[in-house]
């Protein structure tokens, strides 16, 4: 198991929305260090506890940052099957992360 801070990441559909649960499948890049970006997709992450109610409102486009979360990789013995569980338990949207300017005499217009 790998825990997730600090972690920015685009929801690309909104799945599924319960009393519990909200189901999403996210998108990260990584930058390389030619410049290029490195994509990876993650289906059908989980959202609950802290996260749960934010989640809920979670919309295709949004951009959020993961506060707390983790990756596991479970395996399944009597199918020997295995596959990757993303578990979101904290976030916020992008722009809550970002600070106002307060003086806004700097700007050129």
């Known amino acids: ?14 799945k599924e929305v319960k009393e519990k649960f909200v189901k999403v499948d ?11 970006y490195k994509n990876s997709n993650w289906f059908g992450v989980t959202f609950f506890g802290k996260a749960l109610e934010g989640a809920k409102r979670l919309q295709e486009g949004d951009k959020i940052e993961i506060i707390s979360g983790k990756i596991e990789n479970v395996f399944i013995k009597d199918k020997n099957q295995s596959y990757v569980n ?3 338990f904290e976030f916020r949207l992008e722009e809550d992360s970002i600070k106002p300017v307060e003086n806004t005499d700097e700007f050129p217009f």
């Open 26 to 36: 996210l998108g990260t890049s990584d930058k390389q260090q030619d410049g290029s």
């Open 1 to 14: 198991m790998f825990r997730i801070t600090g972690r920015f990441a685009k929801v690309w559909k909104v």
């Open 86 to 88: 993303v578990v979101v």
